[in-house]
């Protein structure tokens, strides 16, 4: 009951996407399981910091990442500030918890070259699935979309003439991205094929072959399957494009506050992940600095 009336002011006065509502409802409902199996007496109004440290020596023990560990904390943190002001305990035992350090590893990103040879590549042809495939690939590499903002792209969202399209990213914030000439064109052609082969059910632009808004499954099936063509890298996934999309700008002299305000980040501390030096700076700053280069 009470994890539903925080479920419920995630979702009707926070407007939290479902996903955060779904991983917070998995922790809190993980970390009930785990106090009552410790002991069947305790319950929200109980719970102390020992229990919810032990839970989350449990979650590591479990091979669970810091990562999922902090997130998975972050939600209990949530509720038990909720609960607090609404009066359904007496006191907040997360609030003084300190989550694992995690490491900070670089983004995982694909060179140039790599992202030339599989865009330009001569086997593209000119139907549906063909031309969606290299549009989505294009319009992550060259606007560093989130997997989300670009299945909730519509038609209305895309200017060809002003060359650039408007995102709702996360908790609703829209922002403008501009384009290229080639994304214009590759967009229009796309959108030329896609109506001359499917009868459409709603306003998305990007759909599946029977008119209806693709799902995140069939965009990571197009990612994993081109990206296997031209990397090794073992994670391949639309982030991954985002990663790289960043990472070209930067290589090209982009600054930090202009990717910032392109990713749709809240904070610079999270777009100065981008801010490793890559191979080809080091190529870059070796050939202008060295006599003998």
């Given at each position: ?9 995630l ?13 917070y ?6 970390l009930?399981?785990f106090f009552?199996?410790?002991d ?15 839970w989350?020596?449990?979650?590591m023990?479990?091979?669970k ?8 904390l972050?939600?209990?943190?949530s509720f038990?500030r909720f ?9 907040d ?31 593209w042809?000119?139907?549906?699935n ?11 590499y060259?606007?560093?979309l989130?997997l989300?903002?670009?299945?909730g ?5 895309i ?6 399209l ?5 908790r609703?914030?829209?922002r ?7 994304m ?26 029977k ?22 890298v ?11 999309f960043?990472?070209?700008m930067?290589n ?8 910032k ?20 700076q080091?190529k870059?700053?070796?050939?202008n600095?060295?006599?003998r280069?």
């Amino acid at each position: 009951m009470v994890i539903d009336l925080f479920l419920n002011y995630l979702r009707y006065e926070c407007n939290r996407s479902q996903r955060t509502v779904e991983l917070y409802e998995t922790a809190l409902r993980q970390l009930e399981v785990f106090f009552k199996e410790t002991d069947s007496r305790l319950d929200w109004t109980t719970v102390d910091s020992d229990v919810i440290r032990d839970w989350m020596e449990f979650q590591m023990d479990e091979g669970k990442s810091a990562a999922t560990v902090n997130l998975n904390l972050s939600a209990v943190r949530s509720f038990f500030r909720f609960a607090l002001l609404q009066h359904l305990v007496a006191k907040d035992p997360a609030h003084a918890i300190n989550g694992p350090k995690r490491a900070k590893p670089l983004p995982i990103f694909l060179r140039e070259s790599e992202m030339d040879s599989l865009l330009d590549k001569k086997e593209w042809d000119d139907k549906l699935n063909d031309v969606r495939a290299r549009t989505i690939l294009l319009l992550f590499y060259e606007c560093g979309l989130r997997l989300a903002e670009l299945i909730g792209l519509n038609d209305c969202d895309i200017d060809l003439r002003a060359r650039q399209l408007k995102v709702t990213g996360k908790r609703d914030k829209q922002r403008i991205i501009p384009f290229g000439v080639e994304m214009a064109e590759e967009l229009e052609s796309y959108m030329h094929v896609r109506d001359e082969s499917v009868n459409r059910m709603d306003d998305a632009l990007f759909v599946n072959n029977k008119g209806v808004r693709i799902s995140r499954g069939q965009v990571y099936y197009v990612i994993r399957k081109h990206l296997s063509e031209v990397t090794t890298v073992k994670k391949k996934s639309p982030h991954v494009l985002r990663h790289t999309f960043a990472t070209t700008m930067m290589n090209h002299g982009a600054g930090l506050e202009s990717i910032k305000k392109l990713l749709g980040h809240e904070s610079l501390n999270t777009t100065e992940i981008y801010t490793h030096t890559t191979f080809e700076q080091l190529k870059r700053v070796y050939k202008n600095a060295h006599p003998r280069a």
